[in-house]
């Protein structure tokens, strides 16, 4: 067998190889349009980033537990300062 009959047989599995690269990288593109699609948009067209669902609702969270916190606080200061006042 000679360089050329090598040459020969390699061509169609080089040949294949690519197009089967090819449709992968399209298979792939197709993938990467649909998952950005069904992302949540974190940054508006203007630049702004934005929050998550999963954020937006950790931030609720602790803003409700900070409110609750400083009320609390709010409460032990008054007593202190009607004690205070006896």
Known sequence: MN?????????????ASLAWLLGEVGSFNTRLTKIEGSMPTLITPQGVPTDSPLSAEA??????????????????????????KK
């Open 3 to 15: 360089w050329s009959d090598a040459l020969k047989a390699i061509i169609p599995v080089v040949v």
């Open 59 to 84: 931030r609720h969270k602790l803003k409700e537990e900070i409110y609750k916190d400083l009320h609390d606080l709010q409460v032990r200061i008054k007593l202190i300062e009607e004690r205070a």
